[in-house]
């Protein structure tokens, strides 16, 4: 299983991204998927999850500081998951990195899965 994430930039506090985790591999439709951020000198945290296409019940995990302005969504024709970043603040500011593995999505959140992608950097001025 590879995953490649996408869409980081500079962008101002209030500001907006869309980061992109393109997943390929054998049987990724049972994969849940997941958003965890490294800021510097800080560990890594989760940040958003989604459950597997077959998952019963299908959920999504958002991080408290992130509820309402952030939105993780996956098109299961592309094999991509998405997450909207909306008015975005400082402390957002880190390497957002994507994992997948077989189990809940709010198990991945907390434990990770078992394949990461390389990650990329988003950075919000203020």
């Known amino acids: 299983v590879h995953l490649v994430e996408s869409g980081g930039a500079l962008v101002q506090a209030g500001g907006s991204l869309r980061l992109s985790c393109s997943v390929t591999?054998?049987?990724?439709?049972?994969?849940?998927i997941g958003w965890f951020r490294q800021a510097p000198g800080k560990e890594r945290e989760w940040v958003s999850c989604i459950s597997a296409k077959t998952a019963i019940p299908y959920r999504t995990e958002y991080k408290d500081s992130v509820k309402g302005r952030f939105t993780i969504s996956r098109d299961n024709a592309k094999n991509t998951v998405y997450l909207q970043m909306n008015n975005l603040k400082p402390e957002g500011t880190g390497v957002y990195s994507c994992?997948?593995?077989?189990?809940?999505?709010?198990?991945?959140?907390?434990?990770?899965?078992?394949?990461w992608g390389q990650g990329t950097q988003v950075t919000v001025s203020s």
């Open positions: 591999g054998n049987s990724v439709e049972h994969y849940a």
């Open positions: 994992t997948g593995g077989p189990r809940p999505a709010n198990e991945l959140c907390i434990l990770g899965g078992g394949y």
